[in-house]
């Protein structure tokens, strides 16, 4: 059974950090392309940042660029994010995904069960 399991969320000051990691188990993503999501109450899922399996990230929403830093270990099957200044329009619940995408271009997603990040001002 394959799961992903997020931690490291908490609640922090405006202006803080806090690093989340994601561990999976159950298969090993290391070809696969992994993310994080979030989503505030009262809005839609969010897509943060992603990473390819070599460990070049691919995305970060702009409102994150220069202060979040998504990185993985593959050898450890584990993604993490960075989130430095953190503001409290960070404030949600993160989920990390991971994409398994097929030779014939066929995803498949899996999801954590989130973690909740709560900054103050």
């Known amino acids: 059974q394959v799961q992903l399991a997020e931690s490291g969320g908490g609640l922090v000051q405006a202006g803080g950090s806090l690093r989340l990691s994601c561990a999976a188990s159950?298969?090993?993503?290391?070809?696969?392309?992994l993310a994080w999501f979030r989503q505030a109450p009262g809005k839609e899922r969010e897509y943060v940042a992603g990473i390819s399996w070599n460990g070049v990230p691919t995305y970060y929403v702009d409102s994150v660029k220069g202060r979040f830093t998504i990185s993985r270990d593959n050898a450890k099957n584990t993604v993490y994010l960075q989130m430095n200044s953190l503001k409290p329009e960070d404030t949600a619940v993160y989920y990390c995904?991971?994409?398994?995408?097929?030779?014939?271009?066929?995803?498949?997603?899996?999801w954590g069960q989130g973690t909740q990040v709560t900054v103050s001002s």
């Open positions: 995904r991971a994409r398994v995408t097929t030779w014939s271009g066929t995803n498949s997603d899996y």
């Open positions: 159950g298969r090993t993503f290391t070809t696969d392309h």
